[in-house]
Nanobody, 124 residues
């Protein structure tokens, strides 16, 4: 049974920082390509940051230089470090995982087999 559980969301002031965590069960973050997506009520879901099984990363233009995606293989945890937060970063953030055979960072939601429930980030 595979489950992804996000945590670390909350309310933060503009310019502040948060670190989101995704703790999977039933899969190894070292083997899977994984991505953080986000969605706010008035917008479509968008990819934020992706990392593949080789550690290659892709970032949305809107977060480049501010967000960092990483894996801690020992803890089997995916992270999203978010700095210099802006109002437009307010969203529900989701962790998603793609089967290991596909080792490529991607923002295509249909490529991802497993999704977490999300953690809310509110910037004000």
């Amino acid at each position: 049974h595979v489950q992804l559980v996000e945590s670390g969301g909350g309310s933060v002031q503009t310019g502040g920082s948060l670190r989101l965590s995704c703790a999977p069960s039933g899969l190894s973050v070292s083997d899977f390509s994984m991505t953080w997506f986000r969605q706010s009520p008035g917008k479509e879901r968008e990819g934020v940051a992706a990392i593949d099984c080789n550690g290659r990363t892709v970032y949305a233009d809107s977060v480049k230089g501010r967000f960092t995606i990483s894996k801690d293989n020992a803890k089997n945890t995916l992270y999203l470090q978010m700095n210099s937060l802006k109002l437009e970063d307010t969203a529900m953030y989701y962790c998603a995982a793609r089967l290991p055979i596909y080792c490529s960072p991607s923002f295509r939601g249909n490529f991802y087999n497993y999704w977490g429930q999300g953690t809310q980030v509110t910037v004000s």
